[in-house]
């Protein structure tokens, strides 16, 4: 091994050790430990085996960005300050304009929103589904319970009521997010929401038809296996095609529109009440996330671009053109898409230090048991490295604390507990549940 390949090997190392082990979970730039001279043949390189079809010059003027990016940033603001000091990368108008724009204004990029749509409306589906269960717990006797009445409910049909309602959460924490984990890798973040609407539509149609308790509870399942397919795989296509700068706030959209969800079904569920009967009521609150989960399907399907970083990382669908393709149509101009795409390929290189065991082309497309190992080295992770089990700890305190405050049981079950504290009709105890939603 040549001196200097040796010497960025150590460094490169080094930086993976730094990344284990920092306490603040601050992320370094992939370029820092990189020479000019070593950036350039890296990135001639990845131009001649990746990206043959972009001119070299191109791919390593994004690259030096890349590496210098905050200093780029600032000349960006600065008027005539890269041409009086002769730096290796002029920018153009446009770009410093873009460079700009990307971190002063909430999602600048021409594509996301497209991105951003997506993932609200998987959100909004979230919420609709939970108030649409809600609403539903108010018609227990159109499948199978012997009475709306609070005073003669007995104590194996309110047994009945919260299996069928808690237990699409359950396979939904214990199966439909672990499972989307072997999904993404297989059919991509966009496959793995398509999955997981298709999933909820198809439920959603079975709940119509539901005559009993254990009916509804199994296509709940079905349905709790989407919801958890879904959570998982929405928040990372926004965190992983979204610019850094704007990560957490494309993540946090997530619950703003789960809460705009509980709302907007509340108030459907008040319309739908004034149908001619229960069945007919009872049917259309259960059948109501059908619309929703096939925009949504749509939207994955055909609408919204796929992950970027889904391209680079090794598996199946391993295809860096297909990534440059994305980030073009997701980004404002020519350099940002070259820059993050390079920028990524080097992320993914250091987090696949230490799997020694791969040769060229098993990297790309590993088999079903080293797949495998690769998910459950990934969950070992969480446990042993400071900035990964911080984060579990500071989330599993916060997730835990939401749950145990006791929001989340008016959020599902607020018409059944209106019900049991008056005489007042149904649609009174609707509109209590819509009040609490708003």
Same mark, same amino acid.
């Given at each position: 091994?040549p001196?200097?390949?040796?010497?960025?090997?150590?460094?490169?190392?080094?930086?993976?050790?730094t990344?284990?082990?920092?306490?603040?979970?601050?992320?370094?730039?992939?370029?820092?430990?990189?020479?000019?001279q070593?950036?350039?043949?890296?990135?001639?390189?990845?131009?001649?085996?990746?990206?043959?079809?972009?001119?070299?010059? %191109? &791919?390593?003027?994004?690259?030096?960005?890349?590496?210098?990016i905050?200093?780029?940033?600032e000349?960006?603001?600065?008027?005539?300050?890269?041409?009086?000091?002769?730096l290796?990368?002029?920018?153009?108008?446009?770009?410093?304009?873009?460079?700009?724009?990307?971190r002063?204004?909430?999602?600048?990029?021409?594509?996301?929103?497209?991105?951003?749509?997506?993932?609200?409306?998987?959100?909004?589906?979230?919420?609709?589904?939970?108030?649409? =269960?809600?609403?539903?717990?108010?018609?227990?006797?159109?499948?199978?319970l012997?009475?709306?009445?609070?005073?003669?409910?007995?104590?194996?049909?309110?047994?009945?009521?919260?299996a069928?309602?808690?237990?699409?959460?359950?396979?939904?924490?214990?199966v439909?997010?672990?499972?989307?984990?072997?999904?993404?890798?297989?059919?991509?973040?966009? /496959?793995?929401?398509?999955?997981?609407?298709?999933?909820?539509?198809?439920?959603?149609? /079975?709940?119509?038809?539901?005559r009993? @308790?254990?009916?509804?509870?199994?296509?709940?399942?079905?349905?709790?296996?989407?919801?958890g397919?879904?959570?998982?795989?929405?928040?990372?296509?926004?965190?992983?095609?979204?610019?850094?700068? @704007?990560?957490?706030?494309?993540?946090?959209?997530?619950?703003? @529109?789960?809460?705009?969800?509980?709302?907007?079904?509340?108030?459907?569920?008040?319309?739908?009440?004034?149908?001619?009967?229960?069945? $007919?009521?009872?049917?259309? &609150?259960?059948?109501?996330?059908?619309?929703?989960?096939?925009?949504?399907? $749509?939207?994955?399907? =055909?609408?919204c671009?796929?992950?970027?970083?889904?391209?680079l990382?090794?598996?199946?669908?391993?295809?860096?053109?297909?990534?440059?393709?994305?980030?073009?149509?997701?980004?404002?101009t020519?350099? %940002?898409?070259?820059?993050d795409?390079?920028?990524?390929?080097?992320?993914?290189?250091?987090?696949n230090?230490?799997? /020694?065991?791969?040769?060229?082309?098993?990297?790309?497309?590993p088999?079903?048991?080293?797949? $495998?190992?690769?998910?459950?080295?990934?969950?070992? %992770?969480?446990?042993?490295?400071?900035r990964?089990?911080?984060?579990? $700890?500071s989330?599993g305190?916060?997730?835990?604390?939401?749950?145990?405050?006791?929001?989340?049981?008016?959020?599902?079950?607020?018409?059944?507990?209106?019900?049991?504290? /008056?005489?007042?009709?149904?649609l009174?105890e609707?509109?209590?549940?819509?009040?609490?939603?708003?």
């Amino acid at each position: 091994m040549p001196a200097m390949q040796r010497r960025f090997q150590d460094r490169l190392a080094a930086q993976v050790q730094t990344r284990k082990t920092n306490d603040g979970a601050v992320i370094e730039n992939p370029l820092a430990y990189m020479t000019d001279q070593e950036l350039e043949e890296d990135v001639k390189e990845f131009a001649e085996r990746k990206l043959p079809m972009v001119p070299y010059e %191109q &791919i390593l003027r994004a690259a030096r960005v890349a590496k210098d990016i905050r200093m780029y940033d600032e000349i960006a603001r600065r008027p005539g300050f890269d041409t009086r000091n002769r730096l290796p990368v002029i920018l153009t108008d446009e770009e410093k304009t873009a460079l700009r724009r990307e971190r002063d204004v909430t999602f600048s990029e021409r594509g996301m929103w497209t991105v951003i749509a997506t993932v609200s409306l998987a959100a909004l589906l979230q919420g609709f589904v939970q108030s649409s =269960w809600n609403g539903a717990a108010l018609y227990d006797n159109e499948w199978g319970l012997t009475t709306t009445e609070a005073d003669n409910r007995s104590e194996s049909d309110d047994w009945r009521l919260g299996a069928a309602s808690a237990s699409p959460w359950f396979v939904a924490a214990l199966v439909g997010c672990p499972l989307s984990l072997p999904i993404n890798y297989w059919f991509g973040r966009r /496959g793995g929401i398509s999955i997981a609407a298709a999933l909820i539509f198809c439920s959603s149609i /079975g709940a119509v038809f539901a005559r009993t @308790w254990i009916d509804l509870m199994c296509v709940r399942i079905i349905n709790g296996l989407g919801m958890g397919i879904k959570a998982v795989s929405t928040p990372i296509l926004a965190s992983e095609t979204a610019v850094g700068f @704007w990560r957490g706030s494309a993540i946090l959209a997530w619950q703003l @529109w789960v809460a705009f969800g509980i709302m907007t079904s509340f108030g459907f569920n008040m319309i739908f009440t004034t149908a001619s009967s229960p069945r $007919i009521v009872f049917g259309l &609150i259960n059948g109501a996330p059908m619309v929703p989960s096939l925009a949504l399907f $749509i939207m994955a399907v =055909w609408v919204c671009p796929e992950s970027p970083r889904y391209h680079l990382m090794r598996g199946p669908n391993y295809n860096v053109e297909k990534a440059y393709r994305i980030l073009q149509r997701v980004r404002n101009t020519e350099l %940002q898409a070259l820059r993050d795409l390079y920028v990524v390929h080097k992320a993914l290189d250091l987090e696949n230090v230490g799997f /020694g065991d791969l040769d060229d082309n098993a990297a790309l497309s590993p088999g079903f048991f080293w797949v $495998i190992r690769d998910f459950f080295t990934q969950y070992k %992770q969480l446990f042993q490295q400071r900035r990964l089990y911080n984060a579990v $700890i500071s989330t599993g305190t916060v997730n835990l604390a939401q749950q145990l405050c006791g929001v989340n049981v008016c959020a599902f079950y607020s018409g059944t507990l209106f019900s049991r504290v /008056g005489k007042q009709s149904i649609l009174i105890e609707m509109a209590y549940s819509l009040g609490f939603g708003q």
